[in-house]
């Protein structure tokens, strides 16, 4: 069909600078819209995981056309430890609902979990002419040298913090303060088109912001993995959270005690512990087997562990709390009754006023 030095129409598909290749179709009438079209940097999609490799989690992009996509594992998440966490707890099927395309490789997408990025991607410039001096963007470390810090956004646009505003504490090694991948907010101290040179502050006294997208991020990450490993696991679902809301009181067992502290097992769990650190003992000797009733303190959905407190400053409040709400709860109750009955007497309606305005949850219930 075709010779060599044959003189033909064809179309670019697609193209990739940085191996200086081309690629081509012999189809001049393009049967679909190529990906650099239809999915460019700044565009958020959903994907599903195709596998999970060392280098990369592939994914089979939802959007118009097929396209494929890879997350590098520091991109799984913000906080580095739970993107460690998450690539081992990801399976063939788990579906990434919100993915930043970062940038685009030939018919390959670049993409990123990070929470902080994905939900400022409107404010994510792709060309220097999009970054204003004194704003506040999001990026991630793409590379750290000795004299500062290079700071990535969409494509290949990079800002550079130097080392005098990389970081509050001189004194400490840009190595060990920031990490490849690493997110974070970077303040734009000098932009120059003529250069497209971006300078950054990374300081956090500069950088300061409103933004809770890091915290936020923490939150739904470790819920993600807490169900990812627990179908992995085949242990019991989450719902086990629900039992150990944060200042309630809980029965446990001392089921052992460490040089660090006393690890409290709990009836109904067998895959949930408890730890009370010396400090939260208050004083209180406790011994191997004995029942004990503590408050909770703080709960980790990932390790299936319940932070807890055996002080009486605690224990007390606690209890004290839930028998004011089980007696206020039986009073509406009584109330709710009386006001079926039509009684309404002033005092009667300021006391169901009262109760209400301490806790409106009671309504919530009924």
């Given at each position: 069909?075709?010779?060599?030095?044959?003189?033909?129409?064809?179309?670019?598909?697609?193209?990739?600078?940085?191996?200086?290749?081309?690629?081509?179709?012999?189809?001049?009438?393009?049967?679909?819209?190529?990906?650099?079209?239809?999915?460019?940097?700044?565009?958020?999609?959903?994907?599903?995981?195709?596998?999970?490799?060392?280098?990369?989690?592939?994914?089979?992009?939802?959007?118009?056309?097929?396209?494929?996509?890879?997350?590098?594992?520091?991109?799984?998440?913000?906080?580095?430890?739970?993107?460690?966490?998450?690539?081992?707890?990801?399976?063939?099927?788990?579906?990434?609902?919100?993915?930043?395309?970062?940038?685009?490789?030939?018919?390959?997408?670049?993409?990123?979990?990070?929470?902080?990025?994905?939900?400022?991607?409107?404010?994510?410039?792709?060309?220097?002419?999009?970054?204003?001096?004194?704003?506040?963007?999001?990026?991630?470390?793409?590379?750290?040298?000795?004299?500062?810090?290079?700071?990535?956004?969409?494509?290949?646009?990079?800002?550079?913090?130097?080392?005098?505003?990389?970081?509050?504490?001189?004194?400490?090694?840009?190595?060990?303060?920031?990490?490849?991948?690493?997110?974070?907010?970077?303040?734009?101290?000098?932009?120059?088109?003529?250069?497209?040179?971006?300078?950054?502050?990374?300081?956090?006294?500069?950088?300061?912001?409103?933004?809770?997208?890091?915290?936020?991020?923490?939150?739904?990450?470790?819920?993600?993995?807490?169900?990812?490993?627990?179908?992995?696991?085949?242990?019991?679902?989450?719902?086990?959270?629900?039992?150990?809301?944060?200042?309630?009181?809980?029965?446990?067992?001392?089921?052992?005690?460490?040089?660090?502290?006393?690890?409290?097992?709990?009836?109904?769990?067998?895959?949930?512990?408890?730890?009370?650190?010396?400090?939260?003992?208050?004083?209180?000797?406790?011994?191997?087997?004995?029942?004990?009733?503590?408050?909770?303190?703080?709960?980790?959905?990932?390790?299936?562990?319940?932070?807890?407190?055996?002080?009486?400053?605690?224990?007390?409040?606690?209890?004290?709390?839930?028998?004011?709400?089980?007696?206020?709860?039986?009073?509406?109750?009584?109330?709710?009754?009386?006001?079926?009955?039509?009684?309404?007497?002033?005092?009667?309606?300021?006391?169901?006023?009262?109760?209400?305005?301490?806790?409106?949850?009671?309504?919530?219930s009924y």
């Amino acid at each position: 069909m075709y010779h060599v030095e044959q003189v033909v129409k064809c179309r670019v598909t697609s193209s990739n600078p940085a191996s200086r290749r081309i690629n081509l179709s012999l189809t001049t009438t393009p049967s679909r819209v190529s990906s650099n079209e239809l999915v460019k940097p700044g565009k958020v999609v959903s994907g599903v995981v195709e596998r999970v490799t060392a280098d990369a989690v592939v994914i089979d992009v939802t959007a118009q056309g097929h396209f494929k996509g890879t997350i590098s594992p520091q991109h799984l998440a913000d906080h580095t430890g739970h993107a460690e966490l998450m690539k081992s707890a990801l399976r063939p099927g788990y579906e990434f609902d919100r993915l930043l395309v970062l940038d685009v490789e030939g018919s390959n997408l670049i993409l990123s979990a990070k929470h902080s990025l994905a939900t400022s991607a409107q404010q994510l410039p792709l060309d220097v002419s999009q970054v204003h001096l004194n704003s506040v963007l999001h990026g991630y470390i793409c590379n750290i040298i000795e004299s500062g810090v290079f700071i990535r956004y969409l494509g290949r646009l990079t800002g550079f913090s130097p080392r005098n505003r990389a970081t509050d504490d001189r004194r400490s090694s840009l190595s060990e303060v920031y990490q490849i991948g690493q997110s974070v907010r970077s303040n734009v101290v000098d932009v120059s088109s003529e250069t497209n040179r971006i300078t950054v502050s990374l300081k956090q006294s500069s950088c300061s912001s409103t933004d809770a997208s890091f915290i936020q991020e923490y939150f739904l990450v470790e819920e993600k993995i807490a169900k990812l490993q627990s179908v992995d696991s085949g242990s019991s679902d989450l719902r086990w959270v629900e039992e150990f809301n944060l200042g309630s009181t809980v029965k446990g067992k001392v089921h052992e005690i460490k040089e660090f502290g006393v690890v409290v097992s709990f009836q109904k769990y067998d895959d949930v512990f408890g730890f009370i650190s010396h400090y939260q003992l208050g004083g209180i000797s406790v011994e191997t087997g004995s029942s004990i009733r503590t408050t909770v303190l703080d709960v980790s959905k990932i390790e299936r562990l319940v932070d807890l407190s055996l002080k009486p400053a605690f224990v007390n409040k606690s209890k004290k709390q839930t028998t004011n709400n089980q007696a206020q709860k039986v009073i509406l109750e009584i109330a709710i009754s009386l006001l079926c009955c039509n009684v309404h007497s002033l005092s009667f309606v300021c006391l169901i006023k009262d109760i209400l305005k301490k806790n409106n949850s009671f309504l919530l219930s009924y």
